[in-house]
């Protein structure tokens, strides 16, 4: 079963820029397509990011232009690039497969736009 742990998140101006890291371990990670989820405080998880194994992309209108998902399968890891972020944004911030895995969902990392 493939774990994920995330790293990354902190408190950032409006406007400003932050990359979030998720680390996979426990399987053959290349094979797997990949997304990026958030939760804020009274919200469903949704997806925001997603990418391929052959490295395609699709993003969530909100983020679209201002978010970027990469991987780098030999390091077993995705990236999200965050940039020009606004107030909404805040959230939890997961990875995990584009058909998530019940028990793969990590801790998570908090994301926090205040000024």
């Known amino acids: 079963q493939v774990q994920f742990v995330e790293s990354g998140g902190g408190l950032v101006q409006p406007g400003g820029s932050l990359r979030l890291s998720c680390a996979a371990s426990g399987s053959i990670f290349s094979i797997y397509h990949m997304g990026w989820y958030r939760q804020a405080p009274g919200k469903q998880r949704g997806l925001v990011a997603a990418?391929?194994?052959?490295?395609?992309?699709n993003y969530a209108d909100s983020v679209k232009g201002r978010f970027t998902i990469s991987r780098d399968n030999a390091k077993k890891t995705t990236y999200l690039q965050m940039t020009d972020v606004k107030p909404e944004d805040t959230a939890v911030y997961y990875c995990n497969t584009y058909h998530p895995m019940k028990d793969s969902w990590g801790q998570g990392t908090q994301v926090t736009v205040s000024s």
């Open positions: 990418i391929t194994s052959g490295g395609s992309t």
